[in-house]
């Protein structure tokens, strides 16, 4: 095997482990059955030849290219744009229209999440800070960005401070308009979205922790409501927070990996924006709605990915103003499953008939448990893009963006088209 194939194998080899997920099942048994004692573990002979993964001779990509393309044909696809790679030789398998752009809706938080992964990092945290107030008896919190906050931090932030007469809470790490372009304000009591600011509780959910519930449009002084009610405060407030009193007590936000986690397998549109803005402030820009796309896009171009026919109107995919041609999002998801840096964002997509926004879907098909994608709804667009290990053992990505289609039927022929990947 020349060196060439054997990296391009192994490589393969550990996107399908992140592909398959099959480590939770040994974490099962271990937990169930850990403790039992059993004799030494039974030592197979080396084979002869030693088995080789998968080389780059092993698969029939013309074959499958045929195949697609008589998928594609599906009406229920309406206007369909994609591509599918294969990301062992970079050969392109099966293209329609990839320079083209269509409305992607959520499979946007591609773009997020990993220009999130290459600008921040996996582990990176935000700290939200209580500070003195500017008179006795004021104590002022300093909002980061943290829509994660929960109520067992706050508890956490009282137990520290102790009492306190006033709450303030200082928003000024973010500005601009809290609506973007091509929202609807009714989406916020439906649950899909809240105005953006940079503290929330359980992303401003009303009467719930997760879910698509109605959304407070209040989400950052709910934060100072509810902090003031553990400390006994009558006054609540907005304002700015002083620059020379001390740090009463902080929490933190869980690392960036488990954000774009939640954010992908719930297609969360308020984590989305938030985490845009992140990126936004990380780079020293405002922490407006337009400083976090055209950030988004500046990191992107940045680390090589070529941007253009991209409009970015939001970071969530919510807005009918986002454009994206298919190779874009699967350029990214190519350098994911090739190179370490970006391979991270792979762990956070759903898994067919698993997880998230996929697990209601694929039913009895191959892809289900292999194929790993972010979906895309709004109403005539349907979006999958992702990767998928197929029967040989080689990783494909592919991206495809279909507009013009009722929903329902288009997500049944994309769960189809994904699964004859998984075939080949």
Do not use: C
Not at 360 to 375: E, I, N, P
């Amino acid at each position: 095997m020349s060196g060439k194939k054997l990296w391009w194998s192994v490589t393969a080899g550990v996107v399908a482990l992140a592909v398959s997920g099959v480590a939770g099942f040994a974490v099962l048994v271990d937990r169930h059955y850990g403790d039992l004692t059993h004799a030494p573990a039974w030592v197979a002979d080396t084979p002869d030849p030693v088995l080789e993964p998968a080389s780059a001779d092993a698969v029939d990509n013309v074959a499958l290219g045929a195949r697609l393309s008589a998928l594609a044909t599906n009406p229920a696809l309406g206007t369909v744009h994609g591509r599918v790679t294969d990301t062992v030789t970079g050969e392109i398998v099966w293209a329609q229209a990839p320079d083209a752009p269509l409305q992607p809706a959520s499979a946007t938080k591609i773009l997020t999440g990993a220009a999130a992964i290459l600008e921040l990092g996996p582990d990176d945290v935000l700290v939200t800070d209580v500070v003195q107030g500017a008179h006795p008896g004021s104590v002022v919190l300093r909002a980061s960005g943290d829509v994660w906050l929960t109520e067992k931090q706050l508890d956490s932030l009282a137990d520290t401070i102790g009492t306190a007469d006033e709450v303030i809470i200082d928003t000024s790490v973010w500005d601009g308009d809290p609506f973007m372009p091509g929202w609807d304000p009714a989406d916020v009591d439906a649950g899909y979205i809240a105005p953006l600011e940079p503290a929330m509780l359980h992303g401003a959910r009303i009467g719930a922790t997760t879910g698509d519930v109605p959304r407070s449009h209040t989400p950052a002084l709910d934060v100072a409501r509810a902090l003031a009610d553990r400390l006994g405060a009558t006054t609540v407030g907005l304002g700015p927070a002083p620059t020379d009193t001390p740090v009463l007590a902080s929490v933190e936000s869980p690392p960036l990996t488990e954000r774009l986690r939640d954010m992908m397998l719930h297609s969360d549109n308020v984590m989305a924006e938030a985490i845009g803005h992140e990126i936004a402030v990380h780079r020293g820009q405002p922490g407006s709605a337009a400083a976090a796309t055209q950030s988004t896009l500046d990191v992107l171009t940045g680390h090589g990915i070529d941007i253009t026919g991209v409009t970015l109107a939001d970071n969530s995919g919510l807005s009918v103003h986002n454009l994206i041609p298919p190779r874009v999002l699967d350029d990214i998801l190519i350098d994911a499953a090739s190179r370490p840096e970006l391979r991270p964002l792979l762990a956070t997509l759903p898994v067919a008939g698993g997880s998230g926004t996929l697990v209601q879907r694929y039913d009895d098909l191959s892809g289900r448990g292999w194929v790993r994608a972010k979906t895309g709804t709004l109403t005539g667009t349907s979006a999958l893009a992702g990767v998928v290990t197929a029967e040989s053992g080689r990783v494909y990505s592919f991206a495809l963006l279909v507009n013009d289609a009722e929903i329902l039927g288009a997500r049944a022929a994309l769960d189809e088209f994904t699964s004859a990947i998984r075939d080949s």
